[in-house]
């Protein structure tokens, strides 16, 4: 009989337990709540001008390497279009494009004012005809 009683507040100690520390678990963000960090990313696309050379298209590249280079961005990664399935959605007009992240918004529109980044464009811009940027926040 006494082996009853004692698996039995066992078993009652344990459920006590397994549900207190569930219980606390579930209360715990409300004590420290973990913030989830927000990023900014910057896409920009490219349509080069129809006349370049090659090797000026080439030379286009060194655009994105001086600007992985500069302060503020992160994984600063280029390409050219994909060749996707065609679809009704898809643009694949573009010569290049380019992203990067940023950890605040700060930090972006700082990057866009650099003296150095400003010198980048102004080299490249005679390579492009036209250019989208599109800046994103992600939580």
Same mark, same amino acid.
């Given at each position: 009989?006494?082996? %009853?009683?004692?698996? @039995? %507040? +066992?078993?009652?100690?344990?459920? &006590?337990?397994?549900?207190?520390?569930?219980?606390?678990? *579930?209360? &715990?963000?409300? @004590?420290?709540?973990?913030?989830?960090?927000?990023?900014?990313? #910057?896409?920009?696309?490219?349509?080069? %001008?129809?006349?370049? *050379?090659? *090797?000026? !298209?080439?030379?286009?590249?060194? @655009?994105?390497?001086?600007?992985?280079?500069?302060?503020?961005?992160?994984? &600063? %990664? /280029?390409?050219?279009?994909?060749? +996707?399935?065609?679809?009704? !959605?898809?643009? +694949?007009?573009?010569?290049?494009?380019?992203?990067?992240?940023?950890? *605040?918004?700060?930090? &972006?529109?700082? /990057?866009?004012?650099?003296?150095? #980044?400003?010198?980048? !464009?102004?080299?490249?811009?005679?390579?492009?005809?036209?250019?989208?940027?599109?800046?994103?926040? /992600?939580?």
């Amino acid at each position: 009989m006494e082996r %009853r009683k004692f698996l @039995f %507040r +066992s078993v009652q100690a344990s459920a &006590l337990l397994l549900i207190s520390g569930n219980m606390f678990a *579930s209360a &715990l963000p409300m @004590f420290n709540p973990i913030k989830k960090k927000k990023m900014y990313f #910057h896409y920009l696309l490219f349509w080069l %001008r129809k006349d370049l *050379s090659e *090797s000026e !298209v080439k030379e286009f590249e060194n @655009f994105f390497e001086g600007l992985k280079k500069l302060p503020y961005q992160k994984n &600063l %990664r /280029y390409g050219k279009p994909a060749a +996707s399935s065609p679809r009704n !959605v898809l643009d +694949s007009t573009f010569t290049y494009n380019a992203s990067m992240e940023f950890d *605040s918004l700060e930090e &972006l529109e700082a /990057y866009g004012k650099l003296p150095e #980044h400003l010198a980048l !464009v102004q080299k490249y811009k005679p390579f492009f005809e036209r250019m989208l940027v599109y800046d994103t926040v /992600y939580n």
